[in-house]
Structures are given as C-alpha cells and as structure tokens.
C-alpha cells in the first residue's frame, strides 16, 4: 500500500553484510537511469561504498556516514535543498531541476542507527509533514534466521508508517527455499493482520552467474556497461538477462520505488 505522497525515499537495507543488498541498490539505480528518472543517490557504506563505486560516474551519489553524531541531521536537512532549490541567477531560474525520488542505502549493522534516528526524530512523520515524502523500505534477504530476525526487528520500530518490499536473494536459493523466513511464525503474526500485509510486499531478485559477477566487480562496471563490453560476449549476454529479469521482478512494486506505472500512470 502507498499514499499519495509526491515524493518518495526508497532506503535499501540488509543489517548482515553478503545479503545483496549492493546489487540490489545498482540494479534499481539502472532502472532509474534507463528510465531517465531525476533522483539522488546516497551512499552511507563509507567503508565499501559499493555504489558510489559502480555508478559514480554515471549518476550523482552523494556520500553520508551515518555512524557520525548528527551526519543524519544533515542528511535529511540536506534533503531540502533538492527539494526545494533556491533560485540561484538573475533571471530568477533554478540552477538545479528540484529532486522528488532519492534512494539511500544504508551500510551493515546499521539497524541500531536507524531505529535511533526513527525513534529520536520521528522521522517519517517529519519527512512526511516536511517533505510531503513517503518511505519505502527495501530489505533484502538470505535464507538464515538473521535475516527473519531483522525484518522483524525492522518492523517492531518501523510499524506501517512505511511501505516495506522483502527481495529475496535467489543466490541463495529459489524462492520457494527461504523456510525460515516463509515458516516464520513472526513473520505470520505480522502479516496475519490484514492491515499490515497492506504494506507489506515480496519479491524476489535473480541471481546473476558467479563469473559475470565477479567480471563487473573486477572492473567497477555498471549493468549498462557490462551489457555493453564486447570483450566477453558470455558476460553480456548473462547481464543483460539478468538486467531483464530484474525490471521482471520489480514490476508489481515500481510504484513503491519511486517509478512510474507502466501505463505511463503514477
């Protein structure tokens, strides 16, 4: 379930490193390009900024290090000025297009920092109130009980003030194999509530071969330009596959990260 809030935060997070939650933050961060969306990056993984690393060049990411007292005061301050852009020349025109989609992925073992941040700033009321923003929640899962213990945890602080998308990394099996998460009598309970599985989605993310994996990372590559290398023509074949199934697997919950319906509706 969404509002009808113009703008739209979309934070990527996995508590435990290795989960994909970088691979899923640059996938979502193609389809924004290819889609010529006007967004924001944040990358707030100061000690393996993956996606500052593989996109750069190609979009603008602006670094945050959530970990610093008051680094998130700033960052949500900051929000305002792509937002809101001041008038910056004689003819009275902005110098910058105001931003009204921003994606931020949010480092490992950081889910103390954002419960405090939630907790101590009301922070979707504020971005809402402030911002007229809604937030979505993308958590990307392995099949382990860390990952079942920190949506749970996630939503206990969280609750349905934000839209909540669970990718389940099909590197570590099909999607019919996450038992403990599916099993989970947690997860159950919460969904039981017809009014939280209002705001509650799933989906799952493809899992791209090990050798054209490991191609991009070797060589700080986006999607786009591992599709369009012609040095191993193999690799381009499997990204663009994936790159496909990707859009596949995000299409009942675009409008939940910041994209257009494909009917060309919001």
Not at 202 to 207: A, Y
Not at 208 to 217: C, G, K, P, Q, R
Not at 240 to 254: C, E, L
Request: contains cysteine; hydrophobic residues 35%.
């Amino acid at each position: 379930m969404t509002t009808q809030n113009s703008r739209r935060l979309v934070i990527v997070t996995g508590d435990k490193g290795g989960v994909g939650k970088s691979t899923f933050a640059r996938g979502l961060l193609q389809c924004y390009i290819d889609e010529q969306q006007d967004f924001l990056a944040f990358d707030a993984d100061t000690s393996n900024p993956q996606i500052n690393r593989f996109y750069g060049s190609e979009c603008t990411i602006e670094p945050v290090n959530i970990f610093k007292r008051g680094q998130t005061d700033l960052f949500l301050q900051g929000l305002r000025k792509h937002i809101f852009p001041t008038v910056n020349n004689e003819e009275g025109e902005r110098l910058i297009s105001p931003k009204s989609l921003f994606l931020l992925e949010l480092p490992p073992q950081s889910s103390n920092i954002l419960k405090d941040l939630v907790k101590e700033m009301y922070l979707f009321d504020t971005v809402k109130n402030s911002y007229d923003m809604r937030v979505t929640m993308v958590v990307v899962i392995s099949r382990t009980l860390d990952s079942v213990n920190q949506f749970v945890n996630l939503y206990d602080y969280c609750q349905n003030n934000v839209d909540y998308i669970v990718v389940k990394n099909r590197f570590f099996g099909e999607e019919d194999e996450f038992h403990r998460y599916d099993n989970s009598q947690a997860i159950k309970t919460i969904k039981a509530d017809a009014e939280n599985s209002k705001y509650i989605r799933e989906i799952s993310m493809p899992d791209l071969i090990e050798h054209a994996y490991d191609y991009l990372d070797a060589n700080s590559y986006s999607f786009a330009k591992g599709m369009e290398q012609d040095e191993l023509i193999a690799v381009k074949g499997r990204v663009t596959a994936w790159m496909g199934n990707f859009k596949d697997s995000i299409k009942p919950v675009r409008h939940l990260l910041g994209l257009p319906n494909l009917d060309g509706s919001k």
